[in-house]
Nanobody
């Protein structure tokens, strides 16, 4: 079982930056996809950025060139550096670890609130 704990959320002004962290514990196997999602009030959860088990990185079109996802396998952590934040990016941000095959898992953290407001 993989446990995930996010941190780093908070209140930031438009145009500001935040760095989210996700600490993973438990049995984490190679070829695990790691991702950040977000869910704004009244909206569906959406993918923000992902590092595949093979190391490929994908970003939502709306965050390209502003957000950077990174991963430290040694530390069991995933980060999301968010720059030039916009009010419409106010949401709860979730970390996700997913692995297909054996063993398989699809685990989520509890989320961290990001509020972009002046």
């Amino acid at each position: 079982q993989v446990q995930l704990v996010e941190s780093g959320g908070g209140l930031v002004q438009p145009g500001g930056s935040l760095r989210l962290s996700c600490a993973a514990s438990g049995s984490i196997f190679s070829l695990t996809d790691t991702a950040w999602y977000r869910q704004a009030p009244g909206k569906q959860r959406e993918l923000v950025a992902q590092i595949s088990g093979g190391g490929s990185i994908t970003y939502a079109e709306s965050v390209k060139d502003r957000f950077t996802i990174s991963r430290s396998n040694a530390e069991g952590k995933v980060y999301l550096q968010m720059n030039s934040l916009k009010p419409e990016e106010t949401a709860v941000y979730y970390c996700n670890f997913r692995r297909i095959g054996y063993p398989s898992y699809d685990n989520w953290g509890q989320g961290t609130q990001v509020t972009v407001s002046s």
